[in-house]
């Protein structure tokens, strides 16, 4: 293999590392963020502040396209839909 070559597979291993280290760090956030939606003592008071969120989240990031945008809003997706469902937990309480 050239150097060109070599330092094209190098590069690419490093980026392969850089999105798996993402992957990681961003499946830890959801597990958090699932975990505080699932406990939060007022579930309607969070999906008020979410809807608030939303248009300020999309204008940020209008410039944005491609991936980015696609898991943007696949993300958002599904964490309204996390946020917006009524959990066993709280349906006891009320």
């Avoid at 291993?13 to 999105?19: G, K, P, T, V, Y």
Wanted: glycine content about 6%; aromatic content about 6%; charged content about 20%.
């Amino acid at each position: 293999m050239d150097q060109f070559a070599s330092e094209i597979l190098q590069r690419l291993e490093a980026c392969e590392h850089e999105l798996q280290t993402a992957r990681g760090y961003i499946k830890a956030l959801e597990g958090g963020l699932h975990a505080i939606i699932e406990s939060h003592p007022a579930p309607a008071a969070l999906a008020s502040v979410w809807e608030g969120v939303l248009p300020d989240l999309f204008a940020t990031h209008s410039n944005e396209t491609g991936p980015f945008l696609s898991a943007l809003r696949e993300g958002v997706t599904l964490q309204s839909l996390s946020i917006r469902r009524p959990t066993p937990h709280h349906d006891a309480e009320v």
